[in-house]
């Protein structure tokens, strides 16, 4: 059976003098806001941007998918889209993470660059759907349905499932049978890179994918020895790379909750 014969009979609120319901929204703005040229639609292989690109097949609009490939999302996630998601573009960008890191050093909480260089590049001069909610984090409570690219003026974004909560989101992928990354059935609240500052659960990264554990210690060497090379503050602080990887990894947690991602998940 196609997504499109499925009907939307879920996601009901009421309201003060109606009924509103979720699905029905989404699939209206989606179609209010469709392009002549079609969407720029931003997927990470999680579960929103899965919610949102089914909805876009229920409201029949054109969009080409884009999925900003970086070296440091689970494996199980590359999977999952290549099996069900094969229409689905990879983008290799110029930047590789690994080599970023080498001089730019490692990603903090506060001070993130490996979502802009690698993760936001695409989709200039086009309007961008994204799966991004409110529900998600303090930091996108205030965020717009539609809005504005602050770093590439030719871009926009569309928002369509701003209004979502985490509730919603797995109530429609269970209503329409829709598949997902196996990591959320293994207790994962998100999918995104592996080792990010935001996630909560990097030490359970560490036991999971120790060959990425060696790919970042070789990396974290060679930065430190750029920082030696340079006599920066890096070079004074720690001794091996590997030292510098674990107090990477067992950085304080933010009172903050965390913003999954700038834009795209």
Known sequence: MSINSL?????????????YNKVDVAIKRLQTFEPKDGYYLAFSGGKDSIVIKALA???????????????????????????????????????SFFKEL?????????????????????????LIVTGIRRDESNQRKNRKMVEP??????????????????????????????????????????????????????KTHVEMYPKFVNA????????????????????KRFKTGEEMFWWWINERKTSKVPDQGVMFE
């Not at 970042?216 to 070079?235: M, V, W």
């Open 102 to 126: 080498q001089w730019r050093g490692y990603p903090l909480r506060q001070m993130r660059w490996c979502c802009e260089i690698i993760k936001e590049k695409g989709g200039t001069g086009r």
């Open 216 to 235: 970042f210690i070789l990396s974290f060497q060679k930065y430190l020895d750029y920082c030696k090379r340079r006599n920066l503050t890096a070079s």
């Open 149 to 202: 690219c602050f770093k590439d003026s030719t871009k926009r974004y569309l928002n369509a499932i701003i209004d979502w909560t985490d509730e919603d989101i797995w109530e429609f992928i269970r209503k329409y049978d829709l598949p997902y990354c196996e990591l959320y059935d293994q207790g994962w609240k998100r999918v995104g890179c592996l080792f990010c500052p935001m996630n909560y659960h990097r």
């Open 7 to 19: 009907g939307t009979q879920v996601l009901d609120e009421k309201t003060l003098f109606e009924e």
């Open 57 to 95: 097949d229920m409201a029949e609009v054109k969009y080409d998918a884009h999925y900003s490939f970086i070296e440091i999302d689970p494996p199980e996630v590359h999977r999952f889209m290549r099996e069900y998601h094969s229409d689905v573009k990879f983008d290799r960008g110029k930047a």
